[in-house]
């Protein structure tokens, strides 16, 4: 992120999805699908959207409406991605219609093998299940489905309708989360026994037993023809639940995100320091980091430790050398495994998530011996974000990590999506704060009220605050106004600078100058 301070390459043809809120987050209600939505129950319904074999849909045709122009004025033209290759779009037939798994199509097994069949759930690799069998076509009047078979069928209405999450819990009704709105769907997750087999197969002892212990596990899973998933099972009024939420089968590109291409480039070939990504759950977090560490696999030679809870993007071995590891199954938690990589000729450390004390002084220790660590948190600016991670430490302590995060600090990109003009899928604004010698200054005195104005004031050194990229992104015709200012931490002067640059009668297309 240098001083041009342009975002990415060209818009693709359609707005970028990242990963959608997660189901505990508020979602507006939209106007386009009148907030969640029930399949219908009409019988005449079923023949709207037949169900076709698991991976036998064709991809989605592009359309053919003209591209926009980035509005951060990078010259990467040359890509172009769908956003079916990251996330998927919305579709205007969200209500998903005719999907219907009370009359779907599998033979319920024979009665006395049911508890084979029923039960043989997946066996587990370190990483992820693979389920290689897909479900049995059979008539339609059996419509009850093992709970197993019903998962793979979800999942499968799920990656079809290009859906985010998947949301599981027992009793209830299957819901999905298309463009962030909840979408419900036909039929009855299954009860307690039934939903604890499946858990415990999907999952794997391990993960199963951190599940029974603390009422929450992570895990990926990997369902052959249809795709990866990263699971999070958790229970609710004593109940098992799940939520799946759908990953990208390749790497996303820079130039594919919407995002600031040049300096996110430039900030994934550097060779030191801390380079901090975050927002909320399912801003996109995890999305961005998989961009910049497949940039560095196509344009450096360099050994990339990855530390994650679970693995979840798999790269493909271009120029780099790419170890991932998975919290709990090749390393105890972040920070062991973190003090593990200074020993493994690590060149980027990729930490999943920075979530406490030792985690933060092993990421600093590994900077000041000269690598280069990216990770995430949960905050919504560069402010909050120094000072989450100074919060982490008792309060004797606070001077000496102000200090050395002063130090070490690269930049600290802050994401939240916007939904997209077009109303299909959702687009990035962003905050980036670039760690320059007057940010470093007042990140070691603690003035950390002070950022927000040095981020605004800061587009020369490659700086660009929330209200400049909403500035840019209604000027590219991506966003709406009235999305925009509900998006922003201050309304007020974005309407200020939006009636300045209308009152100059600029057209659209023209860079903004704001910081």
Not at 7 to 16: E, K, N, Q, V
Not at 370 to 394: C, D, K, W, Y
Not at 488 to 499: Q, T
Request: glycine share 10%.
């Amino acid at each position: 992120m240098q001083a041009d301070h342009s975002h990415g390459g060209d818009f693709a043809r359609r707005p970028i999805r990242f990963d959608a809120p997660s189901a505990a987050e508020p979602v507006p209600e939209s106007s386009a699908s009148g907030g969640a939505q029930r399949l219908a129950d009409d019988p005449s319904s079923a023949d709207q959207f037949p169900r076709p074999a698991l991976g036998s849909e064709p991809e989605p045709a592009l359309p053919g409406a003209p591209q926009p122009g980035s509005p951060y004025g990078d010259d990467d033209t040359d890509r172009r991605a769908s956003a079916t290759e990251l996330m998927g779009e919305a579709r205007d037939d969200a209500v998903l219609d005719g999907e219907r798994t009370d009359a779907a199509t599998t033979d319920a097994p024979d009665s006395n093998a049911s508890g084979a069949a029923d039960n043989e759930l997946l066996v587990a690799d370190p990483y992820a299940m693979h389920i290689g069998t897909p479900p049995v076509e059979v008539a339609d009047e059996t419509p009850r489905l093992s709970p197993r078979h019903q998962l793979e069928q979800w999942l499968d209405i799920m990656v079809r309708r290009e859906a985010s999450d998947l949301i599981l819990r027992s009793g209830g009704r299957p819901a999905c989360r298309v463009d962030g709105r909840i979408v419900q769907l036909d039929g009855t997750v299954p009860h307690a026994g039934p939903m604890r087999e499946v858990l415990e197969g999907i999952l794997g002892p391990k993960r199963y037993e951190e599940y029974l212990e603390n009422g929450a596990a992570d895990a990926a899973l990997q369902l052959d023809g249809v795709g990866r998933f990263r699971i999070n099972a958790y229970r609710q009024l004593g109940e098992p639940a799940i939520v799946l939420r759908r990953i990208s089968d390749e790497p996303p590109r820079l130039t594919d995100l919407c995002l600031p291409t040049t300096q996110l480039k430039e900030l994934a070939m550097r060779k030191r320091g801390i380079m901090l990504v975050t927002g909320v759950a399912g801003s996109g977090k995890s999305t961005t980091l998989s961009g910049m560490i497949q940039y560095l696999n196509e344009n450096a030679e360099r050994h990339v430790i990855t530390l994650e809870d679970p693995v979840e993007m798999l790269f493909k071995e271009k120029r780099c050398v790419i170890s991932q590891r998975e919290v709990g199954t090749d390393v105890p938690n972040f920070h062991q495994g973190l003090r593990h990589a200074l020993r493994q000729s690590p060149d980027v450390i990729l930490i999943g998530e920075m979530r406490d004390a030792e985690t933060v002084r092993a990421a600093i220790d590994a900077t000041e011996t000269g690598h280069f660590v990216m990770s995430t948190l949960h905050t919504v600016n560069a402010a909050q974000t120094i000072e989450r991670i100074v919060g982490f430490f008792p309060p004797q302590q606070h001077a000496q990590v102000r200090a050395r995060l002063g130090d070490t600090i690269s930049a600290v990109l802050s994401q939240r999506l916007i939904p997209s003009a077009t109303g299909e899928g959702m687009v990035p604004a962003i905050e980036l704060m670039q760690a320059t010698p007057y940010v470093r200054e007042l990140i070691a005195e603690g003035r950390i009220a002070d950022l927000a104005n040095a981020v605004e004031q800061g587009s020369e050194d490659g700086m660009l605050s929330f209200n400049g990229s909403l500035l840019r992104l209604i000027e590219a015709g991506m966003v709406e106004i009235g999305a925009a200012m509900a998006a922003s931490d201050k309304p007020d002067e974005l309407m200020l600078a939006l009636r300045g640059f209308q009152s100059r009668g600029r057209g659209s297309g023209t860079q903004l100058k704001m910081g």
